[in-house]
């Protein structure tokens, strides 16, 4: 395993620019997880995740979300809004990078929270480009699966958002700084239980009910960001996965802290991965 992770540099059409970094393990043939982040992570966050998983000899790499660059760029607002489709393109632009660097060796998608929605999308829309799904805190929004009141939080979200011209989560305590499209796409997931999104707007859930693939998911108790309900919520959509599904109850995880603290996850993942 190399001591120092490796960044990839990503250029996208509209000249702005995001990063992958890469933690390989010693095995050059060993498999590579890709993290898609969740709404509002920065990329540094899971970098213990990816040197747990590197030493324990899976190869792991993390992309930065779109608006949430730390190599800089464009923050969200009325010049700069991006919705679900681009943050799919971002992950099939990561998923291209990491083919070109490591050739043949087998690519998992490590969803977390929106990261698995994304992950869901683009799996089901590439289902040849991965060997398998991971889910971690991964959930559906979709309102029948929260607690009542839960539907008009969700859409007054998505409408702060379009208003403002941002979604200033930051200030309401949920998030960051995110785009309005993501929030409309995101709310119209919370108000349909769909993901139909794009121009012309497609419905996902369509082909992620034919997505064929083994697949991990993982949720954390006392997850009040991916409560049971939601997590097989967004499970439900791919019915026909080959599914594995762990719950962890630990003290000291939650809904974000698990990539700081990965140990039982990491574990979960790579005897998941041995099987």
Same mark, same amino acid.
């Given at each position: ?61 993390? *992309? ?14 009325? &010049? ?5 489709? #681009?943050?799919?393109?971002?992950? @099939? ?29 683009? @799996? ?8 398998? =799904? ?12 929260? &607690? ?7 859409? $007054?979200? $998505? ?5 403002? $011209?941002?979604?200033? $989560? ?12 993501? *929030? ?21 859930? =369509?082909? *992620? &009910?034919? =997505? ?35 719950? =962890? ?13 990965? #140990? ?12």
């Amino acid at each position: 395993m190399s001591d120092l992770p490796e960044t990839l540099t990503l250029t996208r059409p509209d000249g702005t620019s995001s990063t992958v970094t890469l933690v390989r393990a010693a095995d050059p043939e060993a498999p590579v997880v890709l993290v898609v982040p969740a709404m509002g992570m920065r990329a540094g966050y899971y970098q213990p995740l990816l040197a747990a998983l590197a030493a324990a000899g899976v190869s792991a790499a993390t *992309m930065e979300q779109r608006g949430h660059e730390e190599s800089g760029g464009p923050v969200p607002g009325w &010049r700069h809004d991006f919705g679900y489709a #681009d943050l799919v393109d971002d992950v @099939a632009a990561a998923i291209d990078e990491l083919e070109r660097v490591a050739p043949g060796a087998p690519a998992y998608l490590l969803g977390h929270s929106l990261g698995g929605q994304v992950g869901s999308a683009y @799996a089901a829309t590439h289902p040849d480009r991965l060997a398998g =799904l991971i889910f971690v805190a991964a959930s559906s929004p979709y309102w029948r699966h929260w &607690r009542p009141g839960f539907l008009p939080v969700s859409q $007054g979200m $998505g409408l702060l958002a379009q208003v403002v $011209g941002h979604f200033p $989560g930051t200030h309401v305590r949920f998030a960051g700084r995110e785009a309005r499209g993501v *929030m409309r796409d995101w709310a119209r997931f919370a108000r349909t239980g769909r993901m139909r999104f794009g121009r012309p707007a497609i419905d996902h859930t =369509l082909p *992620m &009910r034919r =997505l064929r693939l083994p697949a991990l998911a993982v949720s954390i108790e006392g997850d009040t960001l991916g409560v049971p309900a939601a997590v097989d919520g967004l499970l439900a959509l791919m019915p026909e996965l080959d599914l594995s599904r762990v719950h =962890l109850d630990e003290d000291g995880l939650d809904h974000v802290r698990w990539a700081r603290r990965p #140990d039982a996850v990491v574990t979960t993942i790579t005897d998941w991965l041995h099987r």
